[in-house]
């Protein structure tokens, strides 16, 4: 196999995220009782997080009420691309697209991943902030799927939305198939570039996911957790209709009945069809940490724009 196809480890592991993300999350379980209807900041939302249909690949255990330990190999429950374009990387330099937005340079890539299974510790007792922390270009939270949930954005301070950007290349591969390879695929997923780790992501609502825990004029369902420990959802209310842009906060965030919680619950919501810089957090409502966001962001991230252009003039 060609060497820039081999899977990259993280800069910072997993279990440096697991004791950030612990060390921010509320004491012993004596503090809060477990319920269904809970007060953002005033108990804790594990009986949420319980009905969650988390990805059998996923460990799940709650050391105490106000924390929940994921271990997940990153993977997706779901199918992924045989094919994805990706910046190009050490000799893999044949560009075959550019992304309109971002104008980055692309390559053809075969999607492979090794296995990483360490544990991430979520607060499930969050407070919101008196004050929101923009969200990086990194992983943001993880999905019931297994794999993160990244923001908008191709990179920090990208000025393109990775779901805008979103190109096609096809072509017959070494057996004479006929392929087709995109930069997001019909899950509104990617891997990071091979030098950012590999590491398959989402940029907005899966609907291979959802698909997995709604149904056709129901109410959205729990999809995953935020770094700041509030829940990720769909963009359907209770009674099926759909949640515009103009109900959410500046965080994507709103307060209203869910299926896990029917008294009400402060939660995010990724609205469907949105390619823009809403379709994904902006930025976190509840407390997280400095440390915190610097372990989400070492795992993988997108590419910078700025320096994609660079690169496809050296190869020009």
């Not at 993280?10 to 319920?35: F, R, W």
């Not at 990483?116 to 607060?123: L, Q, R």
């Amino acid at each position: 196999m060609n060497p820039i196809f081999k899977q990259l480890k993280p800069p910072l592991s997993l279990i440096a995220l697991a004791a950030l993300v612990t060390a921010s999350a509320c004491g012993g379980g004596d503090s809060a009782s477990a319920t269904t209807n809970p007060s953002p900041g005033t108990a804790s939302l594990a009986a949420g997080y319980k009905q969650a249909k988390w990805a059998s690949h996923i460990s799940v255990t709650y050391p105490t009420e106000c924390s929940m330990t994921l271990v997940s190999n990153g993977q997706p429950n779901h199918a992924l691309n045989t094919y994805y374009l990706q910046p190009p990387s050490g000799t893999n330099t044949t560009l075959v697209a550019t992304a309109p937005q971002s104008g980055m340079a692309l390559v053809v890539v075969p999607y492979t991943a090794g296995a990483v299974s360490a544990p991430m510790t979520f607060n499930t007792c969050p407070t919101k902030a008196s004050t929101i922390t923009a969200t990086t270009g990194g992983n943001i939270g993880i999905m019931i799927s297994g794999p993160a949930l990244f923001n908008a954005t191709e990179g920090q301070n990208s000025p393109a939305a990775a779901l805008t950007d979103n190109v096609s290349y096809s072509f017959k591969d070494s057996s004479g198939k006929a392929q087709t390879a995109y930069f997001i695929d019909s899950c509104n997923g990617h891997p990071t570039p091979i030098l950012r780790g590999n590491a398959y992501h989402y940029h907005g609502l899966p609907p291979c996911v959802t698909a997995q825990v709604d149904t056709a004029g129901g109410p959205s369902h729990i999809i995953g957790i935020a770094a700041d420990g509030f829940p990720i959802y769909g963009n359907k209310d209770m009674s099926g209709n759909t949640v515009t842009l103009a109900q959410l906060d500046e965080c994507n965030g709103i307060t209203s009945a869910t299926p896990e919680f029917p008294g009400g619950v402060y939660h995010y919501v990724l609205p469907e069809g949105v390619t823009g810089f809403q379709s994904s957090l902006r930025c976190y409502s509840g407390t997280v940490t400095p440390l915190q966001m610097a372990a989400l962001k070492s795992q993988g991230v997108c590419e910078a724009p700025s320096a994609q252009k660079r690169r496809k003039a050296e190869l020009t």
